[in-house]
């Protein structure tokens, strides 16, 4: 993989962990304003990064392209390091800003969600963003639309799940913040939910084409 794919990959996750997380951190807006500095900073690293790695700064996307048949294996694991350490760094930066003291956005089921519950609403959701993805910005007849379609889909689902899981669909996004605040022991929600919904919109994609 070029390095300016691997650069583009890690810019995006770190500025969308910077900005959206960032956001819930500093609770200006409520949910609505964690909703549209996440899907915002989406809309605008899809245009800056778009045409260099696709900009799927998520490794449930990254892992749907490559179902998908558009990305090999070798490569999605770079995408996936490059995404992880984005998001660290992302997180660290907030970590530099906020304080110890900052929750850093940390995406965590609410005490009333069970763990079946959070995994449910993680992958449903992702199912969700990743056929957005897939139908707007990968197949053939993508549409210079995408980013925008892609940025107000995920707004639209924190919405939803915020109060939830802090709805996170994205490994990386949750992996950041957990790394300096500790939350790592419910980590595994957000890959698994995650991935499972993302293996489901590239199997529809397929059925679908």
Not at 22 to 28: C, N, R, S
Not at 76 to 97: D, E, H
Not at 120 to 149: H, I, M, N, Y
Request: glycine fraction near 14%.
């Amino acid at each position: 993989m070029k390095t300016k794919v691997w650069l583009a990959e890690f810019i995006g996750t770190a500025a969308l962990i910077f900005v959206g997380a960032g956001a819930g951190a500093l609770g200006i807006g409520g949910l609505v304003g964690v909703a549209l500095a996440h899907g915002l900073v989406l809309i605008g690293m899809a245009y800056a990064y778009g045409a260099v790695s696709g900009t799927h700064i998520n490794p449930a996307v990254t892992l749907a392209v490559t179902l998908a048949g558009k990305l090999k294996w070798a490569q999605a694991a770079r995408y996936w390091l490059a995404q992880m350490l984005g998001g660290a760094f992302g997180a660290g930066l907030l970590y530099i800003v906020l304080g110890p003291g900052s929750s850093l956005g940390a995406t965590l089921p609410a005490a009333s969600v069970t763990p079946l519950q959070a995994l449910v609403v993680e992958a449903a959701l992702t199912f969700l963003l990743v056929t957005v993805v897939l139908r707007t910005a990968v197949q053939k007849d993508s549409t210079p639309f995408a980013g925008v379609a892609i940025g107000l889909t995920l707004a639209a689902l924190i919405l939803m799940g915020g109060p939830l899981t802090g709805a996170s669909l994205n490994p990386a996004r949750t992996f950041g913040p957990a790394l300096f605040t500790g939350g790592l022991g419910s980590l595994w929600l957000y890959i698994v939910g995650p991935f499972a919904g993302a293996a489901l919109a590239a199997w529809t994609q397929r059925f679908l084409k």
